[in-house]
């Protein structure tokens, strides 16, 4: 049975991540509720789902650090939740890998793949970096402190009201199509 680790980002109360100014919605609530039901959808499909949503990302935070209860459980993969926040206009979806080739990209394609099928134009997709993957690379302890492929996923900008929405309206397709894009990679 594979194992995924789900890390909804933030932490309610002590890290509410970016803020929608309009709604009050935390990033650290949505990516919570988002992230209870990629888990059900997992766990419906078979997989051992471990989910933890904690400020400790160092080893020294306040509760247990998500980058080693994911190394000592261990799990197969591991998949971080977000909202991105900009400028209150940018708009769309991108997911985050370590830097350079590694089976994380291929987790990363599976996920945005089922993204982009389930909402085609109606969430821009960010897809084909300069390095031609659908995945940019960047330095984020979960990415780097994990055994496993990992990756960060931004759902939507959060400040934008109209990403906010279309997420709101489209919370459980938004699940089930990361839920499948795991199930992808799993049964490669």
Known sequence: ??????????????????????SGITEADIALEIGTMVKKYLEAAGCEVKLLQS??????????CVCEAANNWPADVFVSLHCNAFNGMAEGTEIFTSRGQTAADELATCIMSRVENTFGAKLYVRSEWLDGDVDR??????????????????MIFID??????????????????????VTDYLSK
């Open 1 to 22: 049975m594979a194992r995924v680790f789900l890390n909804p980002g933030h932490c309610p109360g002590i890290d509410p991540g970016a803020i929608n100014k309009r």
């Open 137 to 154: 690379e960047a330095g984020y302890v979960v990415l780097n402190a994990t055994n496993m492929p990992a990756v960060l996923y931004e």
């Open 160 to 181: 934008n009201d109209t990403d906010l929405e279309f997420l709101l309206a489209n919370k459980d397709e938004m699940a089930r199509a990361i839920a499948r894009g």
């Open 55 to 64: 400020d400790n990302l160092n080893y020294d935070g306040v509760g247990e």
